[in-house]
């Protein structure tokens, strides 16, 4: 990945180590992105196969002094590049309660979904916000999942992770009306093969991420704010 020169584009995706978070990672580099990832354990060996146009920071989304310290610094690593965060993607998830139905999921379950899931991006958000601001056409995207569609529950179950997946929607549609300036969407990147999607998924982390950012870097975007969209493109409804 050494021969990666950047555009000038900057992006800043959670949980970039594994999963959904690498795979964007990658293909944001091959568009010659400058990319933060950012993960619970750093690792050299990542940031050195990455080059330079791949920076990775610690942050625990669970935690606001790991988000806020996270942020403090890339503020002054931004300010001393001269330059501005175009794409917040909130990617970091957890999915606590697969396999629990009603009378035995745990509240350690449910707290635990909430606070990665909604809260965890709301926190990134607001460290982000005035970097966000600075930047000529910003974006935030929230990968949420189907899961969180109401109109789509024919299946029950899964309380935590879709009553997340949920208030996560919601806090995209209030942020995007209180920041008109920030186009704002909300994401399912498909059933992926990856540890939370398990072996069975028909998706690809590289066919989900190429879709994703395909998605993310039309022209048209602004005119998407505050909408539900999947890695193919096709709107979904809330
Ligand atoms: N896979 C699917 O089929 C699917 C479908 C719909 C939506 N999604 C959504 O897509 C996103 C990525 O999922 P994935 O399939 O790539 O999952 P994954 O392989 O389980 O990866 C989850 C990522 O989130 C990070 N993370 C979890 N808790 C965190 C915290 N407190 N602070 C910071 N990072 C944290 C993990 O870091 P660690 O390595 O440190 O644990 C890991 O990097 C999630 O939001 C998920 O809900 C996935």
């Known amino acids: 990945m050494n021969a990666f020169k950047t555009n000038g584009k900057t992006v800043v995706i959670t949980g ?14 091959k568009q010659n992105w400058q990319v933060f990832g950012g ?18 920071f610690q942050i625990d989304v669970q935690d606001s002094n ?4 996270a942020f403090a610094k890339l503020r002054e690593d931004f300010h001393s590049r001269g330059s501005s965060l175009d794409l917040l993607i909130n990617n970091a998830g957890v999915y606590e309660d697969a396999e629990a139905n009603f009378t035995e999921i ?4 449910l707290f635990k979904s909430f606070d990665v899931n909604a809260m965890g991006a709301m926190r990134v958000t607001k460290a982000a916000l005035s970097l966000l601001l600075a930047a ?14 109401i109109s789509d529950n024919t299946g029950g179950g899964s309380y935590a992770y879709r009553m997340s997946k949920a208030a996560l929607n919601m ?53 998407l704010s505050g909408r539900f969209f999947d890695f193919e493109g096709d709107e979904i409804s809330w």
């Open 66 to 69: 790991s988000v806020n310290n």
């Open 171 to 223: 806090f995209t549609k209030s942020f995007s009306i209180d920041y008109p300036q920030i186009a704002s969407v909300v994401l399912h990147p498909g059933w992926v093969k990856t540890e939370m999607g398990g072996p069975n998924a028909p998706t690809s982390t590289e066919d989900s991420a190429r879709g994703l950012v395909k998605l993310l870097t039309t022209a048209k975007l602004k005119s």
């Open 16 to 29: 970039s180590n594994r999963g959904i978070g690498a795979a964007l990672t990658n293909e944001f580099l």
């Open 39 to 56: 993960v619970r354990r750093p690792s050299s060996d990542r940031q050195m196969q990455a080059g330079a146009a791949y920076q990775e």
């Open 106 to 109: 745990s509240e350690q379950a």
């Open 136 to 149: 000529p056409q910003p974006l935030v995207a929230n990968v949420s999942s189907l899961m969180g569609s």
